[in-house]
Structures are given as C-alpha cells and as structure tokens.
C-alpha cells in the first residue's frame, strides 16, 4: 500500500499525539518531525523517524505529503499557517473562532498559489461540533442550537488563575449545568444565559504565604474568564494536583432541538457528544483522518484551504466507497 | 432567489412529510406531486400545486430540478429507483441495507446516462446514523461501534403482528435496553447479544372470540422478528390503540467506543443520538437537505449515485461557505 507520510510541526501534547494517532492507521506513516528546539534534544516516540528543525523545513518538501500543524492559534499558526499551505498540504486545528473569516483567506490564497489542500480548524470544536451544528440546522432548519462544554480542562482558564499574584499551579474545570442540558433535551428551546449553562471549578495551589481569600476573589472577579460564572475555587497542594489533576480530559454536547409538522407540532432532539480521555489525543486523531482526505483531494487535482465543512464523510476513511456501501450505510 | 423545484413520488406518510419539509426552507419549493392514484382523489396540503398521475412523469422533466421518491423499498424502489434516475436528479431513502450494493450500481447507470445526480438511501438509518458511524470509526479507529434503535415503532414488525389469525390491529415498539447503553457509553466494549440490546412491545387489538394465548404465543415465537427478543405482549382495545399509539416516534443511540494512547490506555465515546417526535417527518427532512445537494453537485456538472458519505456537509445548507464559516464553524 502507498502510505501517506505525514510531518508534524510542533511537538508539545497535540504534536505527541499526532505521532500516536499515526500508528493506529494503517495507510499513513510519520515521515518527520519539525521542531522550534534543537532537534537533537528531542526524543520522539518513533524509532528511525527524524527530526528538523522547523527553519530547514522548504528542504523537506519531497519528504512529506501533508504537514501537520500542531502549534497554537494565538501566535503559531497566523504565521505558520499561509506560510506552510504554499509548501505542503497542511492540516491545522486553529481555534480561534472569531478569526476564522480572516485565516481562511490567508491560508486560501498560500495554497492555492502552491497547488496544495490545506484543511483548517479541524478538530472537535471546531471541527465535529461544527459538522454536529451544521447538519442538525440543515436538518431541522426551524430549530435552536445548543453546544454546553466539559466536563473538561480549559488550558486557557488554568493559564489565567496560573498569572495572579500569588497562584503556584491551577487547574480549571469547564462543568456543563446538568439542569440545562435536559432542559434543552426536553424540547423547550430554554433561553439560557452563560451562568446557566456552564459552570468553573478551579483547583489551586497557592504559594506560601499567599493571601488565598485575596486569590479566590480575583479568580471569581476575573471579566470575561470568570465573573460570569458560578465559580468554586478549591486550594489543594502541589501533591494533590499532580496525583488527581493531571490529565486533560474534555468532551461536550451539541443539542439541535427543532420542530416539523403543519404547526411546528411535531418535536425532535438530535443530540451529538463526546466524553474524550485526552483532549488532545482525540483531536490529532481527528487531525489525521483529514490528513487522509487532503491528500486524496490533493491527488484529484483541488486546491486551496478547505474545512471540515468542505469534505466529504467518505474522504476520511481509507475503505473504498464499495466497502463503505456494504459495510456502513 | 433561485428557488430548487421538488417533485414528490408518492403521497404517503414521507410524502407528505415531504411537502412540509419543504415549507420550512425558504430556498426550495413543491413544484408537483405524482401518484399512482387518481390525481383527481388526491388532496394535497399545498394550494396551487398540480398532481399528476405517475405514468406522465415523463411529461414534467422540466418541471422539477429534483425528485423526491417517498416509495417504499420492497417494491417501489427497487423499480422507480432506477427508471427515474435517467430522468431526473433523484433523493430516496432506500433502507434495505442488505441490496444496497446492487441498489448502488443499477442507479448509478441509469443517472450517468440521464447527466443526474441520485442520492440513494437518505434518512437516519441509513443516512445520518451510516454518517455517525463512518466519522466514529474515521477518528477512532482502534473503536467499537454500537448502534441501537428506539424507543419507536416498527412498521414492519407492526405489519407481521398485524398479519396473524385473530388480530384486528397492532402496534409494536423497538425499546433499546438501557443497561446495555450504560454498559457502552462506560467505554468497556462489552459483546452484547441481539437479545441484550434490544426488547419489543406489543399493543395488540384482538378481533372478538379470538384465541388470545394462541396469538400472543405465535408472536414471541415468531422467527426473526421475536423470538431472539425478550417481547411482552399487551391486549388492548381499538379505542385504546387509535388514542394512546397513533404516533409515528423513532430515535436511537450511534455510539463509537475507541482508545487511543500508547497502549490504548485513553478512553473515548462519541454518542449521537435521535429523539423524533415523527419518524416520517424527520426523515422527509433530511431528504429535502440532500435533495439541495444533489442539484448543487448537478449544476457543478456532476452525476451518477452518490450516498450520504459523498456529500459534503456544506452541500447542506442554503448558506454560502464563508456565511458558514463566520457563523457555524
């Protein structure tokens, strides 16, 4: 079999488990590693699999049918991301949703200019919440959205408690309001404000000596991250984080809740969710099932920056169409 | 705007499921109905829409961009399916799982001869289900997946209770076993007999002096439909039946299972489920959402078959990409 080899650029938790998600395909295989770091200071998992740095990278072209991008969407990838669609095939999991009408024109133009499919915001949100969305309001076109997040870690909101004076370590939990979600579940398309649908758990450890009750108060007052939340802080040491806070799970719920019939008698609940051990496991997991696709679209002859909503189902999956008629439909 | 013109094959429960479908999207319209009845005894929902009888489709070629067939797939389909292909860009919900890979090519034919795109076997199983499970095993392939049905009624196995001595009407209900489903979404990927995942419920109007016993007895024992199922029975009334089971309900649970990390040591589940108020109106509108894909595939020139996982999501909607993209993704 022709496998597709793909390179990942960035190796922090996505970029590890891009390298993981590769090893449970069968027809794609990791060709390199480009790093920001000394390459030779980075053990990979992979035996026999090299490692760049990223500014030797237009030397690679021939090595790689598409390139992962795994860096983050504050500052990697607005410059990665046109800049490497002209070279390769790439394949990125920019989340940052407001600026998706100015990424993607970008990223179009780079890659058209080199001939390649570039694949942006993939992943489960954007990404699988996204496609959810789309086909429950195609769907049921007279109906109401509901996307609640979590249980989960936010890494932005652990990153916020992280810069107050005082914190060592924090860990913040997304929590969705099991009340509203059967509220929607129930059909009667609730208005929910934000404090009714979510809600933030914060672990903390605070330094020696810290005022913590000076801590819980900036957390809870923070604008934006958590003031609009019902929000409880918890200090535990260093030890308790480590041993019960280590993980990054994640998951969620996208509710379409719509009507049919003569008057809009008729109720209906389409509901898609995820209860994801590793947040980022499950999205480069995503990320290499559309590294499948962009090649495929690349080998046909298209161009240019494409997302989740752009691919066919089929495309993602290595059976033939036969094989998916007769097995899966 | 340009509106899609739908003809509708067959004036059923998904045709006229259909009809009101397509009054809820502002981009499509019901440009006739044909039956094989007198279209003088038919009285459709919609002023000002002819019926025609279905021997002068042949007639209306440009009357309609695309047909809806609302046949059913023992006899009608099988037929229609492909004579009306070379006719006209078509949408069917064809659910015999078992023919569609001889369903596929025998319409495939017939619209690349006719220039049309067809989109065989459209609804939720298959359809939005066969799409569930190609992305759960897509993203998570070292994964299990698990499909179950319910709670809702069965038309075919209302139609063989129906069919023993000394029952005057029946109604049977698929109810998926909610242990079975906790077992799943726990990630343990337990083996689940057909018996473990499912039980049937009977509503039985037996006709007077018949043997009840007799008839309860031949139901669970029935081969295929009952007896591999843990089935009850309940004699009711007519009255009682036509007040408490004249809804058309369905729904049911795609849930995929997998592991990823370096051992499989990281759980995932990805659950989609369909709580309908009307299976016939739930399905009918998901064939007028693919009904404006096919015609966006045939403006672009294409044609021949195509199932659910050849249409990208984005095919869907009424909305441009970039509208999508600022609002959705």
Chains 1, 2 share one sequence.
Request: charged share 25%; aromatic share 8%; hydrophobic share 35%.
């Amino acid at each position: 079999m022709d496998k597709t080899r793909i390179g990942i650029v960035g190796y922090g938790n996505l970029g590890r488990g891009t390298e993981l998600a590769i090893r449970q395909t069968p027809d794609t295989v990791l060709s390199c590693v480009f790093t920001r770091r000394d390459p030779s200071s980075l053990k990979i998992l992979t035996d026999n699999v090299p490692v760049y740095s990223i500014n030797d990278i237009e030397n690679h072209k021939n090595d790689v049918d598409v390139l992962i991008l795994c860096g983050g969407s504050a500052t990697d990838l607005p410059v990665q991301g046109p800049k490497l669609a002209e070279m390769f095939c790439t394949i990125d999991s920019f989340d940052t949703h407001a600026k998706i009408p100015e990424y993607f024109p970008a990223v179009d133009a780079a890659a058209k200019k080199g001939g390649n499919v570039s694949i942006i915001s993939v992943g489960w949100d954007p990404g699988m919440f996204s496609v959810a969305r789309l086909y429950g309001s195609c769907i049921l076109p007279d109906g109401k959205d509901y996307t609640f997040w979590g249980k989960g870690v936010s890494q932005g909101h652990s990153d916020a408690i992280r810069r107050i004076e005082g914190v060592a370590d924090a860990k913040q939990y997304t929590i969705p309001v099991e009340a509203a979600i059967e509220a929607v579940r129930s059909g009667s398309n609730p208005e929910l404000t934000t404090r009714q649908k979510h809600t933030r758990e914060c672990f903390v450890v605070a330094k020696e000596g810290a005022d913590k009750a000076k801590i819980e108060s900036e957390i809870k007052n923070m604008p934006n991250y958590f003031a609009d939340y019902d929000t409880t802080v918890h200090f535990i040491s260093q030890e308790e984080l480590n041993r019960d806070h280590s993980g990054i799970p994640h998951g969620g719920f996208v509710i379409r809740s719509g009507q049919t019939g003569v008057n809009g008698e008729t109720k209906h609940i389409v509901e898609y969710s995820l209860k994801l051990g590793s947040n980022p496991e499950f999205t480069s997991s995503i990320l290499v099932a559309y590294a499948r696709a962009a090649y495929k679209l690349h080998k046909e002859g298209a161009s240019g920056a494409k997302t989740v909503f752009d691919i066919p189902p089929a495309y993602l999956s290595p059976k033939s169409g036969e094989e998916l008629r007769a097995t899966m439909l």
